[in-house]
């Protein structure tokens, strides 16, 4: 059925840059929405941005930092992060609500969670 694959995870310093990436592939009939979540040690998963038909959200931690993006042909979505802080690090997972072929039910789906460390 529907997989997401991440990839972009590993070790940068802060106040550097790096791009997560994740693919959904499938029977999809439609995507509603993308966006990454992550979850610290110790802490909730949250929601870091979003994207769907009601526009694009990010988390106030990431405001003005990170930049998703979404390629809708590819089912694709990216997020782009900046001056990272030690507090970024954590497991990024990548999110998407899909109705699939043939059932056309919006099912939300998870890739496995990719870390990402800041560290200098």
């Known amino acids: 059925q529907v997989q997401l694959v991440e990839s972009g995870g590993g070790l940068v310093q802060p106040g550097g840059s790096l791009r997560l990436s994740c693919a959904a592939s499938g029977r999809i009939f439609s995507v509603a929405g993308m966006g990454w979540y992550r979850q610290a040690t110790g802490k909730q998963r949250e929601l870091v941005a979003i994207?769907?038909?009601?526009?694009?959200n990010y988390a106030d931690s990431v405001w003005g930092r990170f930049i998703i993006s979404r390629d809708n042909a590819k089912n694709t979505v990216d997020l782009t992060m900046h001056s990272l802080k030690p507090d970024d690090t954590a497991v990024y997972y990548c999110?998407?609500?899909?109705?699939?072929?043939?059932?056309?039910?919006?099912?939300?789906?998870w890739g496995e969670g990719t870390l990402f460390t800041v560290s200098s």
């Open positions: 999110y998407a609500n899909i109705a699939t072929i043939p059932f056309h039910t919006n099912v939300d789906y």
């Open positions: 994207i769907n038909g009601d526009g694009t």
